[in-house]
């Protein structure tokens, strides 16, 4: 047997097919490939997603509707690189929106699923060549809840 891949599996409490609409209508290149939903006399409303597998960036993922005994956590969060600080913004107010802003980047939308929303250039602008570079703009980062672009490339210098 050979391994072909990875899949990403998001566990929910009854709102997975809510959050996959989400997701795939604010990334791009996404799309929903399946859903499968609880039938008659079972744990959910009949005609409610069991599982939905999706594409986010042409990655697989698998959202289930699985219950309340489990909930996500910061310790699993997902880097979605940026461009422009236009695209940094309109994703973090996006995901933010119900959800919570963290530090760094970092935030966790409505159904409590951990973001870091970062410029493509920040892993090189921390590891900068210089060291007072790679300070100066980890300490500007450290300031930060949404980042800001500019702000960390001036920190650069």
């Known amino acids: 047997m050979a391994i ?24 791009p290149d996404s799309r929903i490939l ?5 039938g008659p006399n079972d744990r959910y409303p009949e005609g409610t997603p069991v599982t939905v597998s999706f594409e986010l960036f042409g990655q697989p993922f ?12 910061p310790a699993i969060s997902f880097q979605v690189f940026c461009d422009t ?15 919570r802003e963290d530090m760094c980047g970092w935030c966790a939308d409505r159904y409590g699923v951990s973001w ?8 090189s602008l921390v590891s900068h060549p210089d060291a ?3 300070q100066r703009v980890t300490a500007a980062m450290r300031g930060m809840r949404r980042l800001d672009l500019a702000a960390l490339q001036a920190a650069a210098g």
């Not at 698998?62 to 956590?73: D, H, K, M, R, V």
């Not at 600080?85 to 959800?99: F, K, N, P, S, V």
Request: glycine share 8%; no cysteine.
């Open 116 to 123: 870091q929303i970062i410029p493509r250039e920040l892993p």
């Open 62 to 73: 698998l959202a289930i509707n699985a219950g309340s005994e489990f909930s996500p956590t």
């Open 85 to 99: 600080q236009q695209e940094i913004d309109r994703l973090w107010d996006a995901l933010t929106d119900g959800g």
């Open 34 to 38: 399946q859903t499968t939903t609880y």
């Open 4 to 27: 072909t891949g990875i899949t990403t599996s998001l566990w929910f409490d009854q709102v997975a097919g809510e959050a996959v609409a989400f997701y795939v209508d604010l990334f």
């Open 132 to 134: 007072d570079a790679r």
